[in-house]
DNA sequence: CCTCGATTGAAATGTGTCTA
DNA sequence: TAGACACATTTCAATCGAGG
C-alpha cells in the first residue's frame, strides 16, 4: 500500500467515479481502476460497490475513507511543520482529564495554556485515569490532569507535578443547606448524600471522614463522575462536595449553598507527564502557571 | 440497441537495486 | 558508473454490464 493507492481511493470515494477521478487526476480510468483492486487485495476487503454505473463505498470503504483523510491531513501538517519551525503537532496540546475532577477545577487549571502565545489548541479527552494513563504512555496523550498520583499499580513510567491541594466544601441546594448546616458535621447522620465512587481518592477520603466522625449518610447516588453528582446535587437530591478553592464560584454560579467544610483531609491535583522536566508549552503552562495561581488566587475567604 | 462507465489482459514505460 | 534485472505503474484495446 503507498500513498499513490490512498490518494486514487480518495478522489474516486470524493468523486463518486473512476471517470471524474480519473479526469481530476489526469490518468486514464483503467490505471485507477487498477490500483484500486491492488488496494482493496491489500486490505483484503471490497472497498466500493456498484451502483448503477456509478460507485458507492461500502462499509470497509467508509473506514478506509476515514483513516486516508487522515494520513492526507496528517502530510498536509509534515510538509507545513518542514517549513514552520513550530508545528502544528507543537501547537496541539492534548490534555487527558480524570472523569473524577470537578469541571471548574479543570477550567482553572488549563486556563494558563489557552493564554499561550502560540495559540495552542487545546484537545480534552475525559474518563476513567486508567484508560488516560494509557494513552499518556502511547503519546495520544501530551498531559493528563487526576486526583492521585501516578505510582507503580499502572505500570507506566510517568512523573507527577504536584498543582495544589486544599479541602472539600459540602455543598447543597438552599433548602437542603438549611436543614443540615446546623450542628455540622454531625448532622450529616442520615443525610442524604451524593457520594464519589468509593475507587476513586475522594471517595475513598470521604469513607475515612466519615468513618472517623462516626457519621452514616444516607448515601443516594455514587458515580465517579463529578460532573453528574452535581447535576444530582443542583436537582436537590441531596448533599454532594466540591474543592473548598471553588465554594466562592459554586455558589455564586450555581445557586448552592455550603453546608460545612472538611479540612482535615486534603484533596490533591496531579499533572501526570511522560517527561521529568516537561519542555511543551501547554504542559508547561499548566504545571507552572495553573500552580501558582489556582491554589493561591482562589482560596476563599476565612 | 446505444451509450457510458468499469474491468481485464497485454504491452510499454519508469524506477530502484544489484553486480561487474 | 553502466548495464541487467525485477517490479510497479500506466496506457491501449477489447469486453462486460447497467441504464435509457
Not at 13 to 21: D, P, T
Not at 215 to 220: L, T, V
Request: charged residues 25%; proline residues 5%; hydrophobic residues 40%.
Amino acid at each position: 500500500m503507498n500513498f499513490k493507492h490512498l490518494r486514487y481511493f480518495l478522489v474516486v470515494a470524493q468523486e463518486g467515479s473512476i471517470n471524474k477521478a480519473s479526469e481530476k487526476l489526469h490518468l486514464t480510468p483503467q490505471t485507477i481502476s487498477g490500483q484500486l483492486k491492488l488496494l482493496e487485495h491489500e486490505l483484503g476487503a471490497r472497498l466500493f460497490r456498484k451502483q448503477g454505473r456509478n460507485l458507492k463505498l461500502t462499509k470497509a470503504g467508509q473506514h478506509a475513507l476515514n483513516y486516508a483523510e487522515d494520513i492526507f491531513l496528517l502530510g498536509d501538517e509534515l510538509k507545513q511543520s518542514i517549513h514552520n519551525p513550530v508545528s502544528l503537532k507543537q501547537q496541539r496540546f492534548n490534555i487527558g482529564i480524570a472523569d473524577v475532577l470537578p469541571k471548574l477545577i479543570t477550567y482553572h487549571l488549563l486556563e494558563p495554556a489557552l493564554n499561550l502565545n502560540d495559540a495552542s489548541r487545546l484537545i480534552c479527552e475525559e474518563g476513567p485515569l486508567p484508560s488516560l494513563l494509557a494513552d499518556l504512555a502511547t503519546q495520544k496523550l501530551d498531559l493528563v490532569l487526576a486526583d492521585r498520583p501516578l505510582d507503580a499499580s499502572f505500570h507506566i513510567r510517568g512523573y507527577n507535578h504536584l498543582l495544589g491541594e486544599c479541602g472539600l466544601s459540602f455543598f447543597a441546594t438552599r433548602n437542603v443547606a438549611a436543614t443540615y448546616r446546623a450542628n455540622f458535621p454531625a448532622s450529616l447522620e442520615g443525610a442524604p448524600m451524593l457520594m464519589p465512587s468509593a475507587d476513586t481518592e475522594r471517595g475513598m477520603g470521604l469513607k475515612r471522614w466519615f468513618e472517623r466522625y462516626k457519621i452514616r449518610p444516607d448515601i443516594r447516588v455514587e458515580c465517579a463522575d463529578t460532573a453528574l453528582i452535581e447535576a444530582f446535587g443542583l436537582s436537590g437530591a441531596g448533599i454532594f462536595c466540591a474543592p473548598t478553592v471553588i465554594e466562592q464560584q459554586m455558589t455564586r454560579q450555581y445557586g448552592v449553598e455550603v453546608i460545612g467544610r472538611m479540612d482535615d483531609i486534603r484533596e490533591r491535583f496531579y499533572a501526570i507527564s511522560l517527561e521529568r522536566r516537561v519542555s511543551h508549552p501547554g504542559v508547561l503552562a499548566v504545571c507552572n502557571a495553573a500552580r501558582m495561581a489556582l491554589f493561591d488566587e482562589l482560596e476563599p475567604p476565612e
